[in-house]
């Protein structure tokens, strides 16, 4: 049978597979016109409804519609865990309810944001620990530190995040950065985007495959570094000492360069690089 109402403030009965619900038909069809909620009770379409208390029926898992009624009356994205985010957004892409997808995704998204930026160690915290023998920060969420001038030699950094870290004036000399070669910097695939190593002594680092994009490197000593494949658009590194550097099949475009002494570029991208 086909809804009808005389009032749009009207009051709607709801059974969402077995669990009952009473709402308005002005929160089931004003927040997102364009709804599958919104069309059911246009008045267009035929839906089911039970003979005794009059609920409308409609064959989906009520677990979360009560969220989705919240976001129909108040706009209000509820904090939930992920799995939970997941089962919530499966049913707003259901009913076509396109705000509330968008303020899921942009929730789950703000969640992992602030979860790589929760360091978990403070520059004090840092300055204790290389005060002992062996300093292993594996794993470890470094996010944003500002780790300039300390002396991190020999420091295994292998799988820490270091987005934004603050590397000036550090010595990096044979740290470790992935659990690969106990003699030299390995940054293999890593994610450095953006990072600050002005001054910086990476002396026969290994940052192959990197993500150095934007990367500040002024200044630092990268002799005999290996950049091959290394993404290092855009990177700052005017007056870094590159000398006997590997760039083979880096791309460096926009990049600022300076002494390039004895420098492998072979299948480099130098495409608007400043040299």
Request: aromatic content about 6%; overall charge negative; some cysteine.
């Amino acid at each position: 049978m086909a809804y009808h109402s005389d009032s749009s403030s009207s009051m709607v009965r709801l059974n969402i597979g077995g669990r009952k619900f009473c709402t308005t038909l002005d929160t089931l069809t004003q927040r997102e016109p364009d709804s599958m909620l919104a069309a059911m009770f246009s008045g267009r379409h035929t839906i089911c409804q039970e003979s005794e208390k009059g609920h409308i029926f409609v064959d989906r898992d009520g677990k979360h519609f009560c969220h989705i009624l919240n976001w129909l009356r108040d706009g209000v994205i509820p904090p939930l865990k992920d799995s939970e985010y997941a089962q919530l957004l499966r049913e707003a892409e259901y009913y076509q309810l396109l705000g509330l997808v968008d303020g899921i995704k942009s929730a789950l998204s703000k969640r992992k944001e602030d979860e790589e930026l929760g360091t978990e160690l403070t520059r004090i915290d840092i300055i204790k620990c290389i005060q002992s023998d062996r300093v292993r920060f594996r794993g470890v969420n470094l996010s944003g530190l500002d780790l300039s001038k300390l002396d991190l030699s020999f420091v295994d950094f292998s799988y820490a995040c270091l987005k934004t870290v603050f590397f000036s004036r550090a010595n990096l000399q044979c740290a470790k950065f992935r659990d690969v070669d106990a003699e030299a910097s390995i940054f293999h695939n890593a994610t450095l985007r953006e990072c600050e190593f002005t001054g910086a002594n990476l002396r026969g680092a290994v940052l192959a495959g990197a993500n150095l994009q934007s990367a500040n490197l002024q200044d630092a000593c990268l002799i005999g570094c290996s950049f091959c494949g290394a993404d290092l658009r855009s990177a700052h590194l005017q007056t870094a000492d590159l000398t006997n550097a590997n760039l083979e099949g880096a791309n460096l475009e926009g990049a600022n360069l300076k002494q390039l002494e004895g420098a492998k570029l072979d299948g480099a991208n130098l495409l608007g690089a400043i040299r």
